[in-house]
């Protein structure tokens, strides 16, 4: 069986100072992801390590390092889907927890729910999940940046992956801080079946990252299954689902796919987009910080 895995460190203009942390970021989480595929693991085993990597390296927005809300308070959303029986769990608007990864996948392997604020800062205490202050979840950068109001460049977004196990289960989770400065409460797509990520098992898996905005009234991640299921290689679907979006709102989006046979794809239209990869025709993770727009026979 193949074994294939693919990660994102958002949609977003990467700094020349950025690029070597985005690329050992994304390459320490696939390699985590892939180390549990190639010993046997699950997908979903595969997903949540590799998003867990990200969520702990300030590179990226999501858990600590994540952006701060209009109240200067980190609020976190994420996000897991399981291709085979379509099991799924997401939460929303939590602080003080360290990987939100890891409650979304408690919460799937429990019963597919939708937690939010409060009840999933409970939920996640109850089943024992990392927690800390919500203030150590706020990195010195985004503190500055924030109180600077500085117009920041190198924007940090939200984080995914998509993985294929031996047994041919694909799963997809992301993982984000949101959007700097957001309206307290304020919740993208990052978490929503469809729209943040989509996976089904004949199908493909997604994972997107982007304006979230842009990404929910487009259905991103399911459009992009849609077209993937049609017979487009990875790449191409990738590609005209960011181009579906282009013609119809504005925004920045990226989206990375795997299909059931093992094959990865991206594509984004922002400046850059932050990506690794390793499949089982591969001997080592490949890492990007822009897509080079590939052409397929």
């Avoid at 989770?173 to 993208?188: E, H, I, L």
């Avoid at 978490?191 to 259905?219: H, Q, W």
């Avoid at 849609?226 to 920045?252: C, F, N, R, W, Y």
Wanted: proline share 2%; aromatic share 4%.
């Amino acid at each position: 069986m193949v074994l294939s895995i693919i990660v994102h460190g958002g949609a977003k203009t990467i700094t020349e100072e950025k690029v070597a942390a985005n690329n050992a970021g994304c390459t320490a989480a696939a390699e985590a992801g892939w180390e549990v595929l190639a010993r046997g693991g699950t997908a979903a085993e595969a997903v949540e390590a590799a998003i867990r990597v990200l969520e702990a390296d300030q590179t990226f927005n999501a858990g600590f390092g994540s952006v701060l809300n209009n109240q200067g308070e980190v609020e976190l959303d994420a996000a897991i889907m399981e291709g085979g029986s379509l099991a799924w769990g997401a939460l929303a608007n939590v602080q003080g927890v360290r990987h939100p990864i890891s409650v979304a996948r408690k919460i799937m392997d429990k019963k597919p729910m939708f937690l939010v604020a409060d009840h999933a800062e409970h939920f996640a205490a109850e089943n024992g999940a990392e927690m800390s202050a919500k203030e150590d979840l706020i990195a010195d950068e985004q503190q500055e940046e924030w109180e600077e109001e500085k117009e920041v460049i190198d924007r940090p977004n939200t984080v995914g992956c998509v993985a294929l196990d031996s047994s041919g289960t694909l799963v997809a989770g992301t993982s984000t801080g949101g959007t700097m400065n957001k309206p307290a409460g304020r919740v993208g797509d990052s978490a929503i079946i469809g729209s943040g990520l989509f996976a089904e098992n004949k199908r493909g898996g997604c994972s997107t990252t982007g304006d979230g905005e842009s990404i929910m009234p487009v259905v991103l991640a399911k459009t992009a299954i849609d077209i993937l299921a049609s017979g487009k290689h990875p790449d191409e679907a990738a590609q005209m689902a960011i181009e579906t979006l282009a013609s119809k709102v504005a925004g920045e989006a990226g989206c990375i796919l795997i299909d059931p046979q093992g094959r990865v794809g991206w594509a984004h239209n922002s400046t850059d987009m932050a990506c690794a990869y390793r499949t089982s025709e591969m001997d080592k993770v490949a890492a990007f910080t822009k897509k080079k727009q590939l052409v397929h026979h």
